[in-house]
């Protein structure tokens, strides 16, 4: 089952934050988080492994509550480079972690 | 390594048409994963390999959709008979199939049913 994704769709202005949720009905094993570009394939930002993990990537971080099964991810003073669809990815424990399913994006506009 | 590799890039075929998208996953990733991609439901999980053996299949939309993975280094996603509803893009990622590591998505397929 796809992890469910919100907001759909956000507009920034340059150097404002943003938050994109990341729900899974199932217990997690991992979450992955990816972006896509128009016309490209997703590319890997990060993986949190362990409930209430945080990581972080230039000024995108992520952080996972294992117990409520939910994931965030943070964009902080926002770069005209971050626009494109955001990814999460969810493995479950039922399946060792192997299974990756995806939600159905976030599409992020960051506007000068 | 050159990545995970798909082809064709683009495919235009007429409704009622066999349509088959390869794929080549990186060298020594054990799990390999179909996913088609539409502006209504996102990325969907089609069918995941582990060691070239498919594991689940529940996402493949219907039997006119079909799969396999003869050997570690080459699997295939066949539509028989194409509808227009199947355009979208498919995306094939490879991954080892140890839990934890990232997905390696190759360039993806286009593919436009007329």
């Known amino acids: 089952q796809q992890p469910v994704q919100s907001p759909q769709a956000v507009i920034l202005r340059e150097g404002e934050d943003a938050v994109i949720n990341c729900s899974s009905s199932k217990a997690l094993y991992s979450v992955h988080w990816y972006r896509q570009k128009h016309g490209e394939a997703p590319v890997f930002l990060m993986i949190l492994l362990k409930g209430g993990e945080q990581k972080g990537h230039e000024k995108i971080s992520a952080s996972c509550n294992e117990k409520k099964q939910q994931s965030s991810l943070y964009l902080t003073a926002s770069q005209l480079s971050y626009s494109g669809t955001y990814f999460c990815g969810t493995a479950n424990r039922d399946n060792a972690g192997n299974m990756l399913t995806f939600g159905g994006g976030t599409r992020l506009m960051v506007k000068p | 390594d050159a990545g995970v590799i798909q082809s064709p890039r683009h495919e235009v075929t007429e409704m009622g048409q066999e349509v088959t998208l390869r794929c080549k996953p990186i060298?020594?990733?054990?799990?390999l994963f179909w996913y088609r991609q539409t502006m209504m439901r996102g990325l969907e999980l089609l069918i995941y390999?582990?060691?070239?053996?498919?594991?689940?299949d529940s996402g493949m939309p219907e039997d006119r959709f079909s799969a396999k993975m003869p050997n570690a280094s080459f699997s295939t996603l066949k539509i028989q008979p194409s509808e227009p509803r199947d355009s979208a893009v498919y995306f094939c990622?490879?991954?080892?199939?140890?839990?934890?590591?990232?997905?390696?998505f190759g360039q993806g397929t286009r593919l436009t049913v007329v």
């Open positions: 990622a490879s991954r080892p199939s140890v839990g934890g590591t990232e997905a390696f």
């Open positions: 060298s020594g990733h054990n799990s």
């Open positions: 390999f582990n060691n070239n053996v498919p594991i689940d």
